[in-house]
């Protein structure tokens, strides 16, 4: 054998060496990571001095491996508040922590935060975003609400429209409406064979356990309405000219398949809770106890997350701005 090739095979040796340290670094770390967005989705064991918090959003919290019934949750449930005013100063405070939060969120850079909402029709996707997120900069939040997909979009695999608006680091992303259309109404509609929907359980997993060992926290919750408040919101509608834009008579032809709607969503539920990416199903027929459980839902997530502000320039004690 000549020296060049015994330094050839030297070298590959080398390198297969590398690859199986990397490979060993690799399995050592993600566990690390997946740990920590175990902690952080967690919140109020960090976070809270005396837990529960009040309002007791961790009951909402749907732990891996639960089997979940939709049908044993209160949608009505709203804790020890009885009206809009009971909430009014709470909801206040806690929307001012998610502003402060995400303002060192945005200054530090590392870190991001994903929040899925999903609903029935009238379940307050679009309430809940203007009720949270009041005050909080747009500069450092995005919401992207997604319709049905496009030519372009249906040419890619089905996570693909979606991880295009995933939030970049700094950045809070709130999905209105999400990849979990892919296993709700493509499975209610029958566009897809159950072999196809069903196997994307588990590619939903692998792309939110992707996005933690990036930094991204994943928080998703289901606004839980009931029939009965969801005709109530319907009929409101008719009744006021100014919110006829809102009314889609799709939504009716969509009421027809409501039991098969909850089926689909407690599948998706129950296989896609992680521990890294939890469900929360939060009683909503009571917009403002829904507003104020993911407020403070979120305000705890982000203080436990505990972005910083970087490092101040060195020196600034001794600058003397000019006249």
């Known amino acids: ?91 206040e405070k806690q929307r001012q922590r998610i502003s402060s939060l995400q303002e060192r969120l945005y200054a530090e850079r590392r870190q991001s935060l994903l929040i899925v909402l999903q609903a029935m029709d009238t379940g307050g996707k679009d309430g809940t975003i203007r009720g949270v997120f009041q005050g909080v900069n747009p500069q450092g939040c995005q919401v992207s609400s997604f319709k049905a997909p496009s030519t372009e979009e249906l040419e890619h695999d089905f996570l693909w429209r979606y991880h295009n608006k995933a939030p970049q680091r700094g950045i809070i992303s709130i999905f209105n409406r999400s990849h979990y259309e892919d296993v709700l109404i493509v499975r209610v509609k029958q566009m897809i064979s159950e072999d196809i929907w069903r196997y994307r359980y588990h590619a939903i997993n692998e792309f939110e356990h992707m996005l933690t060992l990036n930094n991204t926290t994943v928080l998703k919750f289901f606004l839980y309405i009931s029939k009965d408040e969801q ?20 939504d009716l032809k969509e009421r ?20 890294y990416a939890p469900w929360y199903v939060v009683p909503a027929n009571k917009k403002w106890y829904r507003n104020l459980v993911i407020a403070r839902t979120i305000a705890d997530t982000l203080e436990a997350m505990n972005p910083q502000y970087p490092a101040a320039e060195a020196g600034l004690e001794n600058i003397v701005v000019p006249d």
């Open 256 to 275: 027809v398949f409501w039991d098969q709607y909850h089926v689909a969503f407690e599948d998706a539920i129950n296989n896609c809770s992680t521990e």
């Open 231 to 250: 005709k109530r919101r319907l009929e409101s509608r008719l009744k006021d000219p100014s919110k006829h834009w809102k009314f889609s008579s799709n």
């Open 1 to 91: 054998m000549s020296k060049k090739s015994k330094r050839s095979d030297k070298s590959a040796i080398s390198g297969q060496m590398a690859a199986k340290t990397d490979a060993k670094k690799t399995k050592k770390e993600a566990p690390k990571a997946t740990e920590h967005a175990a902690i952080v989705t967690a919140p109020e064991t960090v976070v809270v001095p005396e837990p529960p918090p009040d309002p007791d959003y961790p009951r909402y919290r749907v732990e891996a491996g639960k089997n979940l019934k939709l049908a044993e949750i209160n949608p009505n449930e709203s804790e020890h508040y009885q009206s809009k005013a009971d909430v009014k100063e709470e909801l």
